[in-house]
């Protein structure tokens, strides 16, 4: 690093990193702008100057509005480390109170990641926060996290799509994190027959409906959140969330095979029972490989491992 680019970066300020972070949250200069009251005009021309400082572009225009170049999604890791370190000093010294936590999850369906969020935002003693939950398919997961709309995401993997998620995830510069493995559960209503039985087979299973989330225009195999889902079945119903999938569960009689990890508290009507198959379950979290996590995204994490925890899974270090 020359001297002048050693001069140009020593002239970056923790308002800039802090505009640059809320740009890339938000994919938008406009929308930075609004949520931090400040001028759009005043935006643009601190990220100007943030890329003049830093002697390379950090910020590309689409027609998604703005996604961060190579060298952005680096940059953007150390920002975040920078302004997080800042802020600790702040409270340590200065007696300031936690500032506004950002924090975007895209995952898959799962109760126990609501439950997750819930005690996270219930444990928050930030003033201001914004946190997003996105319940999404596992192609759009993987974009979110990709793109940085979401910094985490959580999918699972089993041995039929292993190789099509982690190839997908290395092209996109993403990586796969276990979180843990667990046997596979049929999901019913507590109201279904099979819902007193110790374990069901697939013979038990042949009359009911199958209830599956669908994949949109991805619609594969391999992106699907259930496993044995090549298996051919006589009635099948796809679904777009989690609310009616349960409440099919509950109108109709129809069933999911899932993790057996569902809350209580959140979907007291369902129960999940040990399906007879060899087939086993690998859930994960998948972040951008270059950017280290934030420390709400760690809080998050860790409220997830305490939900899991209290199941009868395998935990993964």
Known sequence: MGHEDARNIRGITLQQL??????ATEGSITAA??????AQPTMSAAMKDLE?????DLLRRSVR??????EGIEFLGYARQVVEQAELLEQRYLARPPSRRLLGVSAQ?????????????????AAEYEFALRESRTADIIEDVSTLRSELGVIYRSDFNRNVIDRLLRDSGLVFSPLFRATAHVFVARTNPLA???????????ELQRLSFDQGVRN???????????RSVARDIRVSDRATIFNLMIGLGGYTVSTGVVSD?????????????DDRIEVGWIRHGSIPLSGQAEVFLSAVREVVGEFDVELLP
């Open 65 to 70: 509005g703005i996604v961060l170049t190579e």
């Open 33 to 38: 702008a609004e949520l931090l009251l400040v």
């Open 109 to 125: 369906h799962y109760s126990f990641v609501v439950e997750a969020f819930v005690r996270m935002v219930r444990e928050s003693s």
């Open 196 to 206: 007193a039985r110790d374990r069901v087979t697939l013979d038990d299973l042949a």
């Open 220 to 230: 594969s195999f391999h992106f699907a959140e259930e496993i044995l889902s090549t």
């Open 52 to 56: 003049r400082r830093v002697g390379c």
């Open 18 to 23: 802090r505009y640059f972070i809320e740009v």
């Open 265 to 277: 508290d959140l979907d007291p009507a369902i129960v999940a029972i040990p399906l007879d198959v």
